[in-house]
Nanobody
Framework: QVTLVESGGGLVQAGGSLRLSCAASGRTFSTLSMGWFRQAPGKEREFVGISRNTGNTYYADSVKGRFTISRDNAKKTVYLQINSLKPEDTAVYYC??????????????????WGQGTQVTVSS
């Protein structure tokens, strides 16, 4: 069992930055691939990016260049740095964990554990 707790969301003006954190417990963190998703009101949950347990990261095209995922295995924490925030980035941001390999990591069904989400609101 894995428990995930996100933090770092808030209200920010367009152009600003935020760093979201996701702390994990319950399993060896280094074995987990950690994804970030977001869900805006009335929209489906959207893949943002992933930090694989191999050390690789990749991102949705819509956020490349502005979002950066990093992880600290010693702290069992994954981070999502968001720069140049836009009003359309307003959403609840979720981290998720999976132990699966060779799957489509952009599909939320591939993740076994989810955090409670943290709200990011960007004002124009």
């Amino acid at each position: 069992q894995v428990t995930l707790v996100e933090s770092g969301g808030g209200l920010v003006q367009a152009g600003g930055s935020l760093r979201l954190s996701c702390a994990a417990s319950g399993r060896t963190f280094s074995t987990l691939s950690m994804g970030w998703f977001r869900q805006a009101p009335g929209k489906e949950r959207e893949f943002v990016g992933i930090s694989r347990n191999t050390g690789n990261t990749y991102y949705a095209d819509s956020v490349k260049g502005r979002f950066t995922i990093s992880r600290d295995n010693a702290k069992k924490t994954v981070y999502l740095q968001i720069n140049s925030l836009k009003p359309e980035d307003t959403a609840v941001y979720y981290c998720a964990a999976t132990t699966r390999y060779y799957v489509d990591y952009e599909k939320y069904e591939m993740y076994d554990y989810w955090g409670q989400g943290t709200q990011v609101t960007v004002s124009s």
